[in-house]
């Protein structure tokens, strides 16, 4: 064998060799759920998580792991459960409504954060700005007060007899007493 050729023998064996080990090393993401209900309320959304993932090439039990803390409507356990998550070193922290958003952020400024269904986030100092939110918080805020007069204003459309309708809040919940900033009096609650 000739110098050149046991060169190149011995650098394309360097460089494919890493790639390999990797490919049999395959990193399994760890993603942390913290829920503020039941697992059993939330079976068709978890359902339609899972499946997302799976579209996405990520399946649990094969390269993806789900790490799921529920507090059973009990907001103060959600500190707790979001510190367990970010000490088992999770990727990813998704959680929902505006209390475990919270518990989420106090929990950590570094792991991503992914909301669904927070109150006013801007508001609630989840974010610094809705154009630019910068940190570690990304997700989806429905309950701005902005909307719900909209929606209100659009079912007042849709039904042009309507008279009354009423709006249920959990009294519990911070959404439901945290001021928009665009507004000076707070909501009450009823």
Known sequence: MRRRDFIKVITGSAVVWPLAA??????????????????SSHAARLAALRAGLR????????????EYRWAEGNYERLRGLADEL??????????????????????????????????DILALGLVSSLRVPGGNITGLSTFVPDLTAKRLELLKEAVPSLTKAALLV???????????????????KH
């Open 55 to 66: 579209d996405l090439g990520w399946v649990e039990g094969t390269n993806l792991l789900i």
């Open 170 to 188: 959990n009294p519990e919940n911070p959404m439901s007493l945290s001021p928009s900033p665009r507004k000076s009096n707070r909501r009450q």
């Open 86 to 119: 970010v000490q088992r070193k999770v990727d990813v922290l998704v959680t929902h409504a505006t209390p475990g958003a919270l518990a989420a952020k106090s929990a950590t400024s570094t792991i991503p954060i992914v909301l669904t269904a927070v109150g």
């Open 22 to 39: 990797r490919a049999q090393q395959t990193k399994v993401a760890r993603i942390g759920f913290l829920g503020i209900d039941s697992a």
